[in-house]
């Protein structure tokens, strides 16, 4: 079972990023999928969920209006597509596929927003 994040990196305000998160070794299509931050000294947040159709998704309130969440089962894979960047989004952003009791993550990508 693998988590692999990519497409983290620095990005000055105002940018945009687009994360990726392919999974293997499982059924990815019957997990909902999510992404979690962590800033310096703070708790793990969840930042988007997706349900594993991808009919339905969720949002924090820091996240609402400038993130997207989505996925292609296809490819065993979900996005986030992040614009508008502050630097308090400033976190390394993880992967999580969650179904019943099976719950995975990545390993993590760090994301950088700064001038």
């Known amino acids: 079972v693998q988590l692999v994040e990519s497409g983290g990196g620095l990005v000055q305000p105002g940018g945009s990023l687009r994360l990726s998160c392919a999974a293997s070794g499982f059924t990815f299509s019957s997990y909902a999928g999510s992404w979690y931050r962590q800033a310096p000294g703070k708790e793990r947040e969840l930042v988007a969920t997706?349900?594993?159709?991808?009919?339905?998704?969720d949002y924090a309130d820091s996240s609402k209006g400038r993130f997207t969440i989505s996925r292609d089962n296809a490819k065993n894979t979900v996005y986030l597509q992040m614009n508008s960047l502050k630097p308090d989004d400033t976190a390394v952003y993880y992967c999580?596929?969650?179904?019943?009791?099976?719950?995975?993550w990545g390993q993590g990508t760090q994301v950088t927003v700064s001038s």
């Open positions: 997706i349900t594993s159709g991808g009919g339905k998704t």
């Open positions: 999580n596929a969650r179904f019943i009791f099976y719950d995975y």
